[in-house]
């Protein structure tokens, strides 16, 4: 299975990050790796990693100018897509089908192909635009998940709140690596 996960400059680049750490541990995946300038400032603003050390995560990485990347072709067969995080601007840029960089040529061709793509847009509050451009990637076939915490989990840590996310994300694709706890109904 081959997966294009992008990452730009919202908050929450860590959903992106375990996203590629969990997807690195299942054999049967590639992963293709695009992240924008300010998801790379993201990163060391909002963790200890280092971007060089998210893209040793992926199989292959490239470029956001990277336009001639094969994932920007709807030839190169993938699965699908996901962007987390997915910043306003670039959900205005997929809804809107402004194909100015290889993240959103990718969800395009994602789009076009009538391949998965999801969007993990980390934005509150939203204003109508928001909601506007949400609505139109969705009527466009994107899936938007945003990270929102499930509390049935009883989650002791932040990392049990974005594993689950992550968890939830993968389910779109099939995968399940073991990191949602699953609703069984309220416990008596």
């Known amino acids: 299975m081959r997966l294009i996960v992008g990452m730009s400059g919202a908050s929450g680049v860590i959903y992106g990050i375990r996203l590629l750490e969990v997807l690195q ?77 290889l993240i959103v040529r990718a969800a395009d061709v994602t789009l076009k192909e009538r391949r998965r793509l999801v969007l993990v847009p980390r934005e ?12 139109k990637a969705s009527q466009n076939g994107a899936i938007i998940a945003p990270p929102m915490p499930a509390h049935y989990i009883i989650p002791k840590t932040i990392d ?9 994300i993968l389910d779109l694709f099939d995968l399940d690596p073991g990191l949602v706890k699953r609703w069984q109904g309220p416990q008596s």
């Open 25 to 101: 541990r299942l054999p049967d995946v590639e992963t293709y790796l695009v992240m924008s300038d300010s998801a790379k400032m993201n990163i060391a603003i909002e963790t200890e990693w280092s971007a060089n050390d998210v893209k040793a995560l992926a199989d292959q990485v490239y470029s956001n100018n990277d336009i001639a990347a094969k994932i920007a072709s709807g030839s190169f067969k993938t699965e699908g897509m996901i962007i987390a995080p997915c910043a306003m601007k670039t959900l205005s840029a997929v809804a809107n089908s402004y194909a100015d960089c």
């Open 124 to 135: 509150t509050p939203l204003h109508t635009g928001h909601c506007e451009l949400l609505l």
């Open 160 to 168: 049990d709140l974005v594993d689950h996310q992550v968890g939830r």
